[in-house]
């Protein structure tokens, strides 16, 4: 799904990622770990080519999409409906002034979701306006569902709801869309346990039920160590050790990551 | 308010023990508990009732002229006098604040989807593209805007629409720079980005996010505005390049009326006061409003 080889992100002469290599299949967790400031949500940027005035180079293949060289046209495509992207702050993320259905129903819209792919029952073509409606709606409704969220969340403006809520439609969106990978950036966060708790078991149903690849960035190894199969650990800019998850955390190679273990309380 | 939304749907299981409240923005359209802004709102509302009932409430044809009840002074027939021609001075205040209110209600609509559509476009594309929209702007915004307003109405004809034209003219830049400034910094928040990462293009990003997001400042702009249109179209009847004779309207009738202040001071004063009561409606509207949408203030 994902396929990352000597990336390297530059804004002027300072380098603020540099990953020789990045592979996510079908159905896997990565985990790209580190303290703030080391890259990593750089990194995920840069596979989406949302790094808006830095100097990207070496090769990033995203759903089969060479994003370095691909038109803007060809990323807005992937962007959502292949590749999604949950955020840190989750009602940060939801424009105040937008229902979540009408935020949801736009995106389908925008990515040609009437049924055809994701979520939905196969539809017949043909269709009527109604019939089409009703499709969108049952998409909706199992996207919501599929995140254990009660579907009167649709009728809901971002600031009625909680952190965890939003951030399980976060990914709601993304199973609508039909998304294969999703970018997770801190999901947890800025949420407390027992909400992180929730998010982490509904982002790990769904990688076991639908295959979902999953690209994790956090500073919170507890997480990574519950649900990551491989582990990339960033410093300054540069990936300073990888490997199996359980590898790395039972016996990190690298001072670093040696510390960031220590710090766990 | 958590109360009431744990037992509503849309949430399957009540907040656990300890979890944070999450942070609530306010919704743009807030319900008018302000007292001032319901105080404004309801002194609009009579004026406006006012001049659309002019018809109906009007005791005289807004055009009957009688020589013969020139400069009465106010009296049970006529309730704020009559003017030199012998028009009454209560229809004709009436009836002016239809061309008033008029001149208001259109130019604030130009400027605003003038003001607000550059302004939204620069403040989310930033680059060139806000260089050329502001620099634009601030050609406009050196000329004081009564003496733009003079030379525009100068070179065209003097008329109710010269007026509304060349106060347009000279009041959207200011509605371009505040759209500007409130979009550019709605476009660096985390659900424009996340519309970005959605693959939403550009020109629906500004349309459906950056413009509804970057409306209330401007609504209250909007509403402390008012009164400044009201009276800068009063100015320029009064200087004679706005409505012309036999059009009723506030400024236009406190120009007639002026020279007749020390012996006459009924054909002056009450246009006088209806502009300076409308003026001063609106500005309390916009007070209010800026403080009900002001998300800083605590909800009570």
């Known amino acids: 799904m994902i396929e990352v080889r000597d990336l390297q992100v530059r ?32 990194t995920l940027l840069s596979l989406l080519g949302l790094t808006e005035g830095a100097h990207v180079s070496g090769s990033i293949r995203v759903c089969g999409v060479e994003v370095l060289q691909a038109p ?10 292949r590749v999604a992207l949950v955020m840190q702050s989750p009602q940060a993320a939801l424009s105040p ?5 009408t935020l949801m129903r736009r995106a389908l819209k925008l990515h040609g979701r009437g049924g055809e792919q994701g979520a939905g029952p196969e539809p017949e073509r043909g269709t009527g306006r109604k019939a089409r409606q009703g499709k969108v709606r049952r998409i909706m409704v ?7 969220l009660d579907p009167g969340i649709l009728r809901r403006y971002p600031h009625e709801i909680s952190g965890g809520q939003a951030q399980r439609f976060a990914i709601a969106l993304a199973i609508a869309l039909g998304a294969e990978v999703i970018l997770a950036d801190e999901p947890t966060s800025a949420l407390d346990v027992t909400v992180q708790a929730e998010v982490v078991g509904v982002l790990r149903r769904l990688r076991a039920e639908r295959g979902l690849a999953l690209l994790l960035v956090s500073h919170d190894l507890a997480l990574v160590s519950t649900i990551a199969d491989r582990v990339l650990v960033m410093k300054d800019g540069a990936v300073v ?5 359980a590898e790395v955390l039972a016996e990190p190679s690298h001072p670093y990551t040696r510390e960031l273990l220590e710090a766990l309380p | 308010m ?22 609530r923005l306010r919704r743009t359209l807030p319900k008018i508990t302000d007292r001032f802004a319901a105080a404004g709102a309801v002194l609009i509302a009579l004026v406006l009732l006012a001049t659309i009932l002019a018809p109906w409430l009007a005791p005289y044809p807004v055009d009957r002229l009688a020589p013969v009840d020139a400069l009465l002074p106010p009296s049970g027939a006529h309730w704020f006098g009559t003017d030199k021609v012998g028009r009454d001075v209560l229809t004709r205040v009436l009836y002016g604040g239809q061309t008033s209110l008029t001149i208001a209600v259109a ?23 806000r260089d050329v929209i502001m620099r634009v702007t601030d050609v406009f915004l050196a000329f004081p805007a009564l003496l733009l307003s003079l030379a525009l109405a100068v070179v065209l004809q003097p ?17 371009a720079r505040l759209s500007a400034s409130v979009a550019a910094s709605i476009s660096t928040r985390a659900y424009v980005d996340a519309a970005r990462c959605l693959g939403v293009p550009a020109p629906m990003i500004v349309l459906r996010h950056v413009l509804p997001n970057s409306l209330t400042p401007v609504l209250v702009q909007i509403s402390l505005d008012a009164g400044g249109v009201i009276l800068t179209a009063a100015a320029l009847s009064y200087l004679g390049l706005g409505a012309q004779e036999p059009t009723a309207e506030w400024g236009l009738m406190v120009e007639q009326g002026q020279t007749l202040f020390t012996t006459n001071w009924w054909v002056v004063t009450f246009p006088g006061l209806a502009i300076l009561m409308t003026a001063f409606a609106f500005n309390v509207l916009g007070e209010g409003l800026r403080n009900a949408l002001d998300p800083r203030r605590v909800v009570k």
Do not use: N
């Not at chain 1, 050790?241 to 998850?245: K, L, Q, R, V």
């Not at chain 2, 989807?113 to 680059?127: E, F, I, M, S, W």
């Open chain 1, 11 to 42: 804004y002027g002469e300072r380098v603020v990622a540099s990953v020789p290599e990045l592979d996510v299949r079908a159905g896997e967790c990565v985990a790209i770990v580190g303290e703030s400031g080391s890259g990593k949500s750089t």
């Open chain 1, 72 to 81: 803007e046209r060809r990323l807005r495509e992937i962007r959502g409906a």
């Open chain 1, 97 to 101: 002034t937008t229902r979540l259905g």
């Open chain 1, 142 to 148: 199992d996207a919501v569902e599929a995140v254990m």
């Open chain 1, 241 to 245: 050790e990888g490997g199996p998850a």
């Open chain 2, 2 to 23: 958590s109360e009431g939304l744990t037992s509503q749907e849309g949430r399957l299981e009540p907040r656990p023990e300890g979890a944070p409240e999450p942070v």
């Open chain 2, 107 to 129: 130019v604030l609509a130009v400027s605003a989807v003038v003001g607000v559509t550059l302004g939204v476009v620069a403040g989310y594309a930033g680059g060139w593209v």
């Open chain 2, 159 to 175: 008329s109710v629409t010269t007026a509304i034209v060349a106060i347009a003219a000279t009041w959207w830049p200011w509605y």
